[in-house]
């Protein structure tokens, strides 16, 4: 068995600060011994002997590779395929509305993507539920600030834990079984070519990129929860400028915009508008 190395208090206050500055997430001082227990492991990937030479390691992280899997090993990855019911529920009784004066033309933003049963989720959506799907121009944006993530979203494989959730219909029209895989499913080329999965830190990352792009429609779910307000209502300003008028944002069910929600009105349980 090999041995658990010592963050010390300093070494903590340093990734503490990292952490919050890079990936927007805020630990309180309690989270040491998590910190500490989730970091061990990446350590002895790297093959390094204490934390002071992964502080260092990041001290001169100048491509930020390490930030990527340093995310991976703080924030949670969990997601499932057609996630937080209700909201779809909703597409589902107002898609007529929503789509009616798009000219078949469709941009859609999964902002925290993790690893692709959301974007994936949501294509399949619409596959099933927008009237004459195949004349749609739908383009997806799917962005996660973990290279690890998303290369698996990329992929597109999943087995049966993930698959099981989803209604028998789905898996059979939209994935394909892995040849000599007992239990693997890929999901297939017409759900996977509406889709780019790209790196972008919700945190960092500059909003300018997307220029004069507008989105429809974003969804970014279950990653504010980690973020302070400040962080988070700088964020809604951003969703903000990059929604068409009328567009909506999709947040998780245990996320609340209250007061960061101004321009916005809460049209059901976790999903606003902007007015
Ligand atoms: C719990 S998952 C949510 C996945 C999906 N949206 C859902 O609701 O099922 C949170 C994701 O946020 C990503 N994440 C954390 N901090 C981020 C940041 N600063 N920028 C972009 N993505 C971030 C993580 O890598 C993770 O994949």
Redesign the pocket.
Known sequence: MMNTLVLKKEEFLFLKDFIYQH???SLSEQKIYLVQGRLNKRLKELRLDSFKEYCDLLRNDVAQKELSYL??FI??????FF?EGSQWKFLEENLAKITHSKNKKLRIW?A???TG??PYSIIMFLYEHLNDVLHWDIKLLA????TK?LKQAKEGKYKSKAYSQLEARYRAKYFTKVQHSEDEYTIKEMIKKDIVFRI????TGNYKIFAKKKFDII?C???MI?FDKATQSELVKNFYDLLEPGGYLFI?SSEALTDLRKGFKLVSPSIYQKV
């Open positions: 990936i927007g997430i995310s991976t924030s949670t990855n969990v997601t499932s996630r999964s925290a993507s993790s049963e959301e962005t996660d600030i973990s993530v972008f830190n919700l945190v969804f779910r279950n990653v980690y998780g």
